[in-house]
């Protein structure tokens, strides 16, 4: 049996990741294949009970390692149980996030020492790495206005200030410099289906490499 496909979206909160990540989901399975949606962190019993802790807004001490690490334990916990038994199963497994919003968050947000973030990134994800991931970029205060508009109380990292967001969202565009190949970086400004399309689009090619139908 053929390995399955591993896609992972990222973006600032308030990019519409999300939608989108649904949309896809919802697609595939139009289209015949057996699909696995996960979050990180999250996804496992273990893994949302690490994410309670990590969006936690009481717990504003937490140091920045200490979130590191969190994460990759999560993370860790998600893939062994989850992602590689759907891949080796031949599924394709959508994550609404993964080690790039690590990189990001934690490396350019937190300031954490980039080469420590990369080498947990690669303990925390059981050296496994995204076919494909979609990053959905949008301006920062664009982000901060739709979370806004989303009412209810925002998370810990939600509640961080427009400073950090914006190196967050600086470090997201490097990391798409970096890895081209990998990383697709697409318009959030756009309506949400015209970015469904450009998605589909996307990924039609590594289907049929997989040589998985599109529908």
């Known amino acids: 049996m053929p390995r399955g496909l ?3 979206f990222e973006g600032i909160d308030g990019s519409g990741k ?4 649904d949309l896809l989901c919802r697609r595939l399975r139009e289209a015949g294949h057996q699909v696995v949606l996960v979050r990180d962190p999250g996804g496992t019993r273990i893994s949302e009970r690490i994410r309670e802790i990590l969006l936690d807004r009481q717990l504003r001490e ?36 993964f080690f790039d919003s690590t990189t990001a968050y934690q490396g350019y947000g937190r300031g954490i020492e980039l080469d420590s973030v990369r080498k947990a990134n690669e303990l925390g994800s059981l050296g496994l790495t995204p076919d494909l991931t979609v990053y959905i970029d949008v301006p920062v205060q664009e982000g901060l206005r739709r979370l806004r508009g989303q009412g209810g109380e925002r998370d810990r990292l939600e509640s961080e200030d427009s400073e950090f967001v914006q190196r967050v969202r600086e470090g997201y565009l490097r990391l798409a410099e970096e890895e081209p190949e990998r990383v697709v970086v697409l318009n959030g400004l756009e309506p949400p289906e015209v970015l469904a399309d450009q998605i589909w689009a996307k990924l039609a090619a590594l289907l ?4 998985l139908e599109t529908g």
């Open 62 to 97: 937490m140091a920045p390692v200490t979130e590191l690490l969190l994460y990759e334990a999560a993370r860790a916990q998600l893939v062994a149980e989850k992602v590689i038994p759907a891949l080796e199963a031949g599924k394709i497994v959508v994550s609404d996030r």
């Open 6 to 8: 591993f896609i992972t």
């Open 208 to 211: 049929d490499q997989r040589g």
């Open 18 to 21: 999300t939608t989108q990540v």
